[in-house]
């Protein structure tokens, strides 16, 4: 008698390999796998009924009718029905000569919390104990679709290569060991918290064991070269190795799908490239080298290594979803962080930094970072993994900002290269995967967040959820900024009048409140200070002499020498300021600031007599800029000095009168002046009426 396909497949799903394979899997899972013919509607093996089954349903038997209200198609492919009680069941075909056998049934799973509280709802409402129901629902496990849709697939697989066992009668021996590999690769990347190098090489060493192979690796493409992500012991070359894609195997089966096996010609082996790949999508090369007295492989073990090598892919794709779904958990936490961080930044470039270290830290990319083109602002911040030629940071920047860079370049960029450079010594790659999102601040686009990768790799609908929420924030912050920076404009011309007023009243040369602004600034930013600290010697040196507003014109005035009442008249001015600028909300800070800019290092200043490191360090460079402006601008009781002589002033007085570091940040600013050509506001005064010379 002829054996019938359906004898093949009796007599497959009844031998103890797939007894094991699927108890494997429930074992592992949880999830019941039964075998079914639905042409002749029944049970081939399985069918074993969960506690939950028994309860909600009165059928006495399991099977296809007993399951389902009716018998699913029998040419039918992958489906997913609800059965009799209610839970989600997917089928698969098990195919035997491009026909389907059986299919491969997954069920006795719920895929959330909320459709187990549904279950245990409709045993209640059938008169089911409480107790019992709980219990029933809580046997079921939860699983994600996608998760149950690649345990199918696995035992798909399984059951495929047990078909194939039984129509070609392989060697009991050979079964199980096939059998035995799949079942292990499956325990692995079911069980494997995370699917590492360590993990992956146990997978290959199977992979190679399927075709009787010497060594293997898992490659998987990052650009234009492949990485090497896992290996056996007996591979040549270390994990992490990078392989180019051009002129070799595991290139020409990335780009052709196909599996590639060349022979080599140094050695008496060959090597076996397989895709390993999901519909169009490749996620990296299986590669094998064989020994010359293994080729040609058989059909057969070319097949059950490409079915080895799907469910590889499958387990990589799950391994890089988790992968994605951790950074877009790890993203958002950031994103809140962000979102409160921000709420207190008042400085653009505050800002624009705290934007592109969460973007940093949130994303996988080759190149990324923002484009501001608001209020008056035209830079490019970028980040940069790797090694990337200028060429593709201009084509990226092309690409985010919409316009020429060559033609058009931004008025300020700011590489952030902490793990990577730009650098012309290497290769210029043109295509880029990116993904943009606009900077709104209200109705005003005022610039682009952007990633941008090389490495084969797509970026996902949780990394664009993500990028979106870093961009809403992103752009309300910099209009916060923006409207502080107006703000404290506005403060600082009404506050830089009053300072003016000051000036003549004291008939001192104009300007003298505005020049120690500018120096106390430089200096400040010499020192590597903050933005608001420099902020706050903007304003303090605009008001540091408000104080005098309270002293007699006739002792500010007087041409001679002050009488030592006099002279502690004058000192009072410091206490004045700081009392008048304290009854402003907006100034408070500058309190101490004007309170102590004249104490001394020594402690022989006032009005405190503070000493060193107890006097506040912006009232000490307020202390160094006044000082400076005071000896090289005339005043009516003291003559002045060149800005040489009061360089040398300066550096005499360091450690008794002055801070020696705000001295010497003070030095280098002038000689920083200097070296650019000594004009502006460090000129010096005989220069100062020339048309020529910026001001």
Not at 136 to 159: C, D, G, N, T
Request: glycine letters at 8%; hydrophobic letters at 45%.
């Amino acid at each position: 008698m002829a054996v019938t396909a359906r004898d093949i497949a009796m007599k497959a799903f009844a031998t103890p390999e797939w007894r094991s394979a699927a108890d494997s899997l429930f074992q592992a899972t949880g999830i019941t796998v039964t075998v079914m013919d639905f042409k002749e509607c029944d049970v081939l093996a399985g069918g074993q009924r969960c506690s939950y089954c028994h309860l909600a349903t009165d059928i006495p038997a399991a099977g296809p009718l007993s399951c389902f209200d009716s018998c699913p198609d029998a040419e039918a492919g992958p489906g997913r029905i609800i059965c009799r009680a209610g839970l989600a069941t997917l089928y698969a075909p098990v195919l035997f000569e491009d026909k389907p056998l059986a299919h491969v049934v997954v069920s006795g799973f719920v895929t959330s919390t909320r459709e187990r509280r549904g279950l245990y709802e409709h045993l209640i409402s059938r008169g089911v104990s409480e107790d019992s129901a709980r219990r029933a629902v809580k046997s079921l496990p939860v699983i994600a679709r996608r998760q149950a849709e690649a345990y199918l697939q696995l035992a798909v697989s399984s059951a495929r290569t047990i078909v194939d066992a039984a129509a070609e009668r392989m060697s009991s021996a050979e079964r199980i060991e096939e059998l035995r590999l799949f079942v292990s690769a499956g325990r692995q990347v079911v069980s494997t918290e995370r699917l590492d190098a360590e993990s992956l090489s146990a997978i290959a060493e199977e992979a190679v064991a399927i075709v009787s192979g010497e060594a293997g690796a898992i490659l998987r493409p990052r650009g234009t070269l492949l990485e090497v992500v896992a290996r056996t012991q007996a591979w040549r070359g270390p994990l992490g190795a990078m392989v180019p894609q051009a002129s070799t195997a595991a290139g020409r089966a990335m780009e052709t799908r196909r599996t590639i096996v060349t022979p080599s010609r140094a050695s008496s082996s060959a090597t076996l490239a397989m895709p390993l790949a999901i519909g169009d999508r490749v996620l990296g090369i299986l590669e094998v080298r064989l020994p010359q007295a293994n080729l040609p492989l058989s059909n057969d073990r070319v097949s059950r290594l490409g079915r080895f090598a799907g469910f590889v892919a499958i387990a990589l794709e799950r391994e890089d979803e988790r992968n994605a779904v951790e950074r877009a958990m790890s993203g958002y936490a950031q994103l809140n962080e962000l979102a409160a961080a921000l709420g207190g930044q008042s400085d653009v470039d505050g800002v624009a930094e705290m934007v592109t270290s969460v973007i940093g830290k949130a994303f996988s990319y080759g190149v990324a970072g923002l484009v501001l083109t608001g209020w008056g602002r035209d830079r490019a911040d970028i980040l940069v993994e790797g090694a990337v030629h200028p060429s593709d940071i201009d084509y990226v920047l092309g690409v985010a900002s919409g316009r020429d860079v060559d033609a058009a370049p931004f008025a300020q960029m700011r590489p952030v290269c902490t793990h990577g450079e730009i650098t012309e010594d290497t290769e210029v790659v043109g295509e880029w995967a990116m993904m943009v999102v606009e900077l709104a601040y209200g109705d005003l686009n005022v610039g682009w967040l952007f990633l941008a990768r090389a490495d084969g790799e797509r970026f996902h609908d949780q990394d664009r959820a993500l990028l979106n929420g870093i961009g809403v924030h992103a752009g309300a912050a910099f209009g916060r900024a923006a409207m502080f920076s107006r703000i404290r404009d506005d403060y600082a011309k009404t506050i830089a009048a009053l300072s003016a007023t000051l000036d003549l009243g004291e008939r001192a040369d104009q300007g003298h409140a505005g020049r120690v602004m500018e120096y106390a600034m430089l200096i400040g930013r010499e020192l590597g200070l903050g933005y608001e600290q420099v902020e706050q010697l903007r304003f303090a040196g605009l008001l540091h002499d408000v104080g005098k507003t309270g002293v007699p014109e006739e002792i500010l005035l007087k041409p001679s020498a002050l009488t030592a009442e006099e002279l502690a008249e004058v000192q009072r001015h410091a206490e004045i300021g700081a009392t008048l600028v304290d009854q402003i909300d907006f100034l408070k800070s500058l309190t101490p600031i004007i309170l102590h800019h004249h104490e001394r290092f020594d402690g022989k200043g006032y009005p405190h007599g503070l000493k060193g490191e107890d006097i506040p360090l912006l009232a000490r460079v307020l202390a160094v800029a006044d000082a400076y402006d005071a000896m090289t601008y005339s005043r009516t009781y003291k003559p002045t000095v060149s800005p040489k002589q009061a360089s040398a002033e300066l550096e005499a007085g360091a450690g008794t009168q002055f801070d020696p570091r705000v001295v010497a940040a003070m030095l280098e600013v002038l000689e920083k002046q200097i070296i650019a050509g000594g004009t502006g506001l460090m000129a010096p005064q005989s220069s100062r009426s020339r048309p020529d010379l910026p001001m």
